[in-house]
């Protein structure tokens, strides 16, 4: 259950909501608090965030205490729009002030293996993993695996950073000194080192937190899908409908919704979702990305416990937002509706595709009238525009997403 001692209460538009983060999402659920009546104030190190030009913003780094209690201060209800966010700082908040999230499912989604474990306790499957501390570790578990296989950090990485996929034995140890932290190599597990028996032992059984890697077996897939899940503090559950996912360099592309599997993957997905966030007692949003085999088996990749790329979609395209869910949800207002209005297509804008967007939307679009798309432009305010990050998205409205995904195509911005 939430850490926080304070029990679940209903906070009323006019209550300001403090947000650890003041990224893009923290942004995006500014603007749609904000229309119900919320305020908010974020804390972010970086000066003019995102958030911070649509809110009051704490310009401090997110381990400094003193601002995570001026945070407190300032704000009726915590929350946090990434998950990379110091826990120490969410758990000490949590005993200080209101965090209905509390710190504890932060902390499980913060180490991969603490996660596995957490989705597994709630009777959902995952791809077979094993955890590596050595390289003795890793040849041990890609031999009872098998090959292709992922081998990952616990902690940190993103849009596939710390991370390496494994197909032949003698990729292991390159990738293996690549991936683990300095001090990983107990003696003994490189080749011409010897250990002492004790040492040995204790490489060879690592308790999770020692286990800086894990080894995934890759699962042959059909595609990706993610399913966004919101849980209030007062127990009211709903899932918004199953987003396609696709990627190019490990960054999310596009979300393509409904998503392009049978209609009755679509609900197990969603059950899934369900049935995690409410046996995580998780408050808020949960993202549940799972990959769709051949057969339709539904195995969860990752969690993140809060409003997700992959439901960015629902801004224009559902008659709530994730946005306004996560708001409504930590706030403990009734959940709103997650039907879907229309289908749509979300494709994501980075760096090197931010000038020809904006370009096209003050110019009419030949293309969009064609096909029957209507585009929606949503740009994230960053002071510094870079090749893969990602600078904004649009919402592509559409009768069929065919026709949406024509328009991307066709429109040629994403071809560099």
């Known amino acids: 259950m939430p ?14 909501v403090g947000v650890l983060g003041g990224g893009q999402l923290g942004r995006m659920m500014a603007l749609a608090g904000s229309a119900m009546g919320y305020r908010f104030v974020a804390l972010d190190p970086a000066p003019d965030a995102p958030c911070g030009q649509v809110s009051p913003q704490i310009v401090a780094a997110y381990d400094d205490i003193n601002a995570a209690r001026e945070l407190a201060r300032r704000a009726d209800v915590i929350t946090y729009e990434f998950e990379n966010v110091d826990a120490g700082v969410a758990a000490l908040l949590a005993e200080e002030s209101y965090v209905p999230q509390g710190s504890a499912l932060l902390y499980t989604t913060q180490h991969r293996l603490r996660e596995k474990a957490a989705i597994e306790a709630a009777g959902v499957p995952v791809a077979p993993y094993r955890k590596v501390a050595s390289l003795a570790d890793l040849t041990a578990a890609a031999a009872e695996l098998g090959l292709p296989a992922v081998l990952k950090t616990v902690t940190g990485g993103y849009d596939g950073k710390g991370q390496a996929v494994l197909r032949r034995e003698d990729e292991l140890e390159e990738a293996f000194r690549r991936l683990a932290p300095e001090g990983a190599f107990p003696a003994g597990t490189v080749p011409g080192e010897t250990a002492p028996a004790a040492e040995t032992a204790s490489a060879q059984a690592p308790a999770v937190e020692d286990a800086p890697l894990v080894l995934e077996k890759f699962v042959p897939f059909r595609c990706e899908i993610s399913v966004i899940a919101a849980r209030s503090s007062r127990g009211e559950v709903k899932s918004f409908p199953a987003a396609e996912n696709i990627h190019v360099d490990n960054i999310l592309h596009l979300s393509i919704v409904p998503a392009r599997v049978p209609e009755e993957i ?11 966030i409410a046996g995580l007692n998780a408050v808020g949003l949960l993202a549940v990305e799972m990959f769709v085999t051949e057969d339709g088996e539904l195995f969860v990749n990752e969690l993140a416990p809060r409003p997700h790329n992959s439901g960015h979609y629902t801004m224009d395209a559902c008659a709530t937002s994730q946005f306004e869910q996560h708001v409504r949800a930590v706030c403990n207002l009734p959940l709103g509706s997650t039907d879907l209005l229309t289908p749509a297509v979300m494709v994501n804008v980075l760096g090197q595709h931010l000038e020809g967007a904006v370009g096209r939307f003050c110019e009419d679009d030949e293309e969009a ?10 740009i994230y305010g960053k002071t510094e525009s870079k090749t893969g990050r990602k ?19 066709q429109t040629n911005l994403w071809r560099n």
């Open 3 to 16: 850490d926080c001692k304070t029990q679940p209460r209903m906070l009323r538009p006019g209550a300001t």
């Open 369 to 378: 009238n064609r096909l029957g798309v209507i585009p929606k432009l949503h």
């Open 266 to 276: 679509r609900q197990r997905a969603c059950e899934l979702a369900e049935q995690l």
């Open 391 to 409: 600078m904004g998205h649009i919402n592509l409205l559409c009768k069929d997403t065919a026709d949406a995904l024509a328009w991307v195509e």
